[in-house]
Structure formats: C-alpha cells, structure tokens
C-alpha cells in the first residue's frame, strides 16, 4: 500500500499561486509515477499532471500547460505541483495520485489516491 497525504490547498484570489505537496510513504517512492487530477463539483476528475519516476518527464492537461508545474523530490518522498496565473475555472479538489511505473492520464487506471485537498480561486 501507497498513502498519500496533500497540503497546500486553500483559497486565493485570480491570479495568484499556490504550492500543492503530496507526502508519500509505504512502498518505496521512486517505482512509483506520479500525477495531480482536479475534481469540480459536478464535473469527473480530471488529469491536470504527471511525473516520471525520475522527475525527467513530465506531462500537463492543455488547460494548465504553461501554469502549472509539476515536480518531485525522491529523497524527501514528495510530489508538488506549483500552480500559477490562477483562474476561477482552477476551483476543484485536487488529488495526488501514485501509479506503479508508468504513467497514466486515465483516472480509472491509477493505483492509490490521496484524500483531496480544496483549491477555491475567487475573482
């Protein structure tokens, strides 16, 4: 088993930025791709982004290309996703998510979740 624990959400104002963490313990971190999926209130959970076990690949959902930054530090088991240039439409819970070896943008595929942390960008 793989627990994931997020931090970093809360509330800011359009434009702004905020930093996501995603602390990973229980099987060694570094089989493990890693990625960041958004659910909105009434709306499927949605690929934002994801990192290869070694951090050297990278991938984004078109809406956050440019924005956000995905990135991971092996040593301290932890993934970030730095997030910039907020918009309204960035409003969701987001969900850290580990996936044995390959990575995924598929919702349905992913191995092990994180409880979800609140990102609310008011105008």
């Known amino acids: 088993q793989v ?7 809360g509330l800011v104002q359009a434009g702004g ?8 313990s229980g099987r060694p971190f570094s089989n493990y791709a890693m990625g ?13 982004a ?9 991938y984004y959902a078109d809406s956050v290309q440019g924005r956000f930054t ?5 040593a301290k088991n932890t993934v970030y996703l730095e ?4 918009k309204r439409e960035d409003t969701a819970v987001y969900y850290c998510a580990a996936n044995f070896r390959a990575i995924t943008t598929k919702a349905n595929q992913i191995d092990y979740w994180g409880q979800g942390t609140q990102v609310t960008v008011s105008s």
């Open 17 to 24: 930025s905020l930093r996501l963490s995603c602390a990973a």
């Open 36 to 48: 960041w999926f958004r659910q909105a209130p009434g709306k499927e959970r949605e690929f934002v």
């Open 3 to 9: 627990q994931l624990v997020e931090s970093g959400g």
């Open 70 to 74: 995905i990135s991971r530090d092996n």
């Open 83 to 86: 997030m910039n240039s907020l």
């Open 50 to 58: 994801a990192i290869n076990w070694s951090g050297g690949n990278t």
